[in-house]
C-alpha cells in the first residue's frame, strides 16, 4: 500500500499564518512523496457553536485556502469531511474503544472547556474520537500538524493499538509530522499563548486574507521583549517568534535572519517582517480569489468520490469485525 498522509484545518474562523506555516504549508512539499488526503474539517467545527451560514461559506474557503497554498488537486485528495459519512461512522464505532478518562485528559479538551464554562457541548469531548477516525480511515502513516495536535496523535495511536489488540489486526499506526521550525507560532499580543482562530482579539493573530495594512499594524503592535538584541532565544520568546515568521517566509536558516539583524533594531525588524509577510501574501490571496465557484464544485466532489472509495471498505472491515455489519 502506498505510503499517506492526511491532515485538515476546521473552519471555525479565518486561517491564520499559524495555521499555514504550523501546518498547510508542510503538506505542499509532502504530497509529492506520500499518498495524500487534505480535509475541511467541517464536523470538528460544530463542536462549538457556529453560524450555520458562515460555517457553509468558510468551509469552501478554507479548500480555496489549500488550493492557494500550493496543494495539488491533480496530485492530492482535498475534500469535505461531511461529504464522507464514513468519518461520523467510523467515529461512532471508535467510540466502542476510547476511554472517557482519556478524552478528559485531553489539554485541548481542558483548555477551551475552561473558555466555554457552562456551554461546552459533549462535542468538544469527542473531538479527538472524530479525529482518530479521520486519520485511521485512510490508514495513514504520517500527519502533519502543528504542535497542539500531539497529544491527539498520540491518541489515535492508543485507540489503534486497543482497536488491532481486540479485533484483529485492522489499523496502521500513525506518526505526527510536526516542523521544527513553525510548530507552535505564539499570538503576537501574547508570545505565551499560541496564535489562534478563537481568540477574541484578533490584534494576536496575522490571518491569511488580512490586507496589507491591516498587516502592518498588527506587526506593529506586536509585543516585544526587554533587551534590544535581535536573535533566537527561548528566554525572549515575542522577539524569537517574529524571527521564526520571517525564517520560514523568507527561506533563510537562522544564522542567516540573525546575521541579517545584526546591529538593527525592533522597528527595523518589523519593518522587514511586514514586507516579507505582504510579499507572501500577495500572490498567495490572488490564488485564493481566482478560483472559481464552479471549478471548486469540481475538485471538492473528485475528492469525495476518491476519499469514499478509501474510506467505504474500511467501515465496512471494521463493522465486520465488530460483530455489526449486515445488521
Ligand atoms: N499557532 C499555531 N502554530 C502552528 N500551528 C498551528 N495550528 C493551529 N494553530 C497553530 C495548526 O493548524 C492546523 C489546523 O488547526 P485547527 O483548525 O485544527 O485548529 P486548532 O489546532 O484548534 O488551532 P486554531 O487554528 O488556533 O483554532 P482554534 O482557535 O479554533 O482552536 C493544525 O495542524 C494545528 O496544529
Known amino acids: 500500500m502506498p505510503k499517506r498522509i492526511f491532515s485538515g484545518v476546521q473552519p471555525t474562523a479565518n486561517l491564520h499564518l499559524g495555521n499555514y506555516l504550523g501546518a498547510i504549508r508542510n503538506w505542499v512539499g509532502l504530497q509529492h512523496e506520500y499518498e495524500s488526503f487534505f480535509c475541511v474539517v467541517n464536523l470538528h467545527a460544530i463542536t462549538a457553536p457556529q453560524d450555520p451560514r458562515e460555517l457553509a461559506a468558510r468551509t469552501r474557503d478554507v479548500a480555496r485556502i489549500y488550493l492557494a497554498a500550493g496543494v495539488d488537486p491533480q496530485v492530492s485528495t482535498i475534500f469535505v469531511q461531511s461529504d464522507v459519512h464514513e468519518h461520523a461512522e467510523l467515529e461512532w464505532l471508535l467510540n466502542g474503544v476510547t476511554r472517557l478518562s482519556e478524552l478528559e485528559r485531553m489539554t485541548q479538551f481542558k483548555d477551551k472547556a475552561k473558555k466555554q464554562r457552562e456551554n461546552v457541548l459533549a462535542g468538544l469531548l469527542m473531538y479527538p474520537v472524530l479525529m482518530a477516525a479521520d486519520i485511521l480511515l485512510y490508514q495513514t502513516d504520517l500527519v502533519p500538524v502543528g504542535h497542539d495536535q500531539k497529544q491527539h ?9 486497543r482497536f488491532n489488540r481486540d ?18 507560532i505564539m499570538s503576537l499580543d501574547d508570545p505565551s499563548k499560541k496564535m489562534s482562530k478563537s481568540d477574541e482579539n484578533p490584534a494576536g493573530r ?30 525572549r520568546p515575542a522577539i524569537t517568534n517574529l524571527l521564526s515568521i520571517y525564517q520560514l517566509l523568507t527561506g533563510k536558516t537562522a544564522a542567516e535572519v540573525e546575521a541579517n539583524f545584526e546591529g538593527k533594531g525592533y522597528a527595523q525588524l518589523k519593518s522587514e517582517l511586514t514586507d516579507a509577510t505582504i510579499e507572501f501574501m500577495r500572490p498567495f490571496q490572488e490564488r485564493f480569489h481566482s478560483i472559481g465557484d464552479e471549478e471548486l464544485t469540481r475538485i471538492l466532489s473528485d475528492g469525495r468520490d476518491r476519499a469514499r472509495e478509501i474510506a467505504r471498505p474500511i467501515v465496512r472491515e471494521v463493522m465486520k469485525r465488530m460483530g455489526i455489519a449486515g445488521a
Do not use: N
Not at 153 to 161: G, H, P
Not at 167 to 184: D, N
Not at 207 to 233: H, Q
Open 153 to 161: 496523535i498520540e491518541l489515535t495511536r492508543d485507540i489503534a493499538v
Open 167 to 184: 479485533y484483529g489486526e485492522t489499523f496502521r499506526l500513525p506518526e505526527p509530522f510536526i516542523p521544527k521550525v513553525g510548530a507552535k
Open 206 to 235: 496575522i490571518a491569511l486574507l488580512d490586507d496589507a495594512d491591516t498587516i502592518r499594524r498588527k506587526f506593529k503592535r506586536a509585543v516585544t521583549d526587554s533587551g534590544t538584541e535581535i536573535r533566537f532565544d527561548e528566554s
